[in-house]
């Protein structure tokens, strides 16, 4: 297959995607605010067990950043290089402050609480959208298609975190 026959990278979000968009910044808002909610519920036990504040950091975090990634794919560019800009900065800053939080509260852990989970859960939720941002800016490499994954996996840490800041903390 030649350059010439590859798939091209929508510079505007159609062809189907702006309704995965939508759909995806209503599904995002949505489980954001119920991690709100069990933050709020169980602030007490979450403040009490370390490591539990800064997951519930990581799960606002990774969420709103694939919440900005998908209102910014919505919003009109006029060039793939200026969306996947966009997508890049939107990303980078999610997946720097998913890390920072999480590395920084390692060592507040006890040692038999130390485990990489959280952290690799906070890397899939954020990680393709920078592979989404270099690639839709490269026009090459799957585009949109890993806004996509972005997507799925930032509401599978949320609903895995949520879970724990909702049921686990109680057992």
Known sequence: MSTRDAPTV????????????????????????????????????????????????????????????SLVALAPHPSPTQLGLALL???????????????????DRPPEHRHYGPILLSQLGTVPFIVAGITVWAE????????????????ICGMANAWVLLVEILR
Not at 35 to 43: E, K, W, Y
Not at 52 to 65: E, M
Not at 140 to 155: E, H, K, N, Q, Y
């Open 89 to 107: 900065v939107t990303a980078v800053v999610g997946w720097a402050a998913t890390t920072y939080t999480g590395w920084r509260s390692w060592g």
């Open 140 to 155: 090459a490499g799957g585009g949109l298609s890993w806004l996509l994954v972005g997507v799925v996996l930032a509401l």
């Open 10 to 69: 929508s510079v505007a979000p159609n062809d189907g995607w702006s309704d995965f968009l939508v759909a995806s910044s209503g599904a995002t808002a949505a489980l954001t605010g119920l991690v709100f909610v069990a933050m709020s519920i169980n602030l007490d036990k979450i403040l009490d067990n370390a490591g539990l504040p800064a997951r519930a950091g990581q799960t606002i975090i990774v969420l709103a950043n694939a919440l900005i990634a």
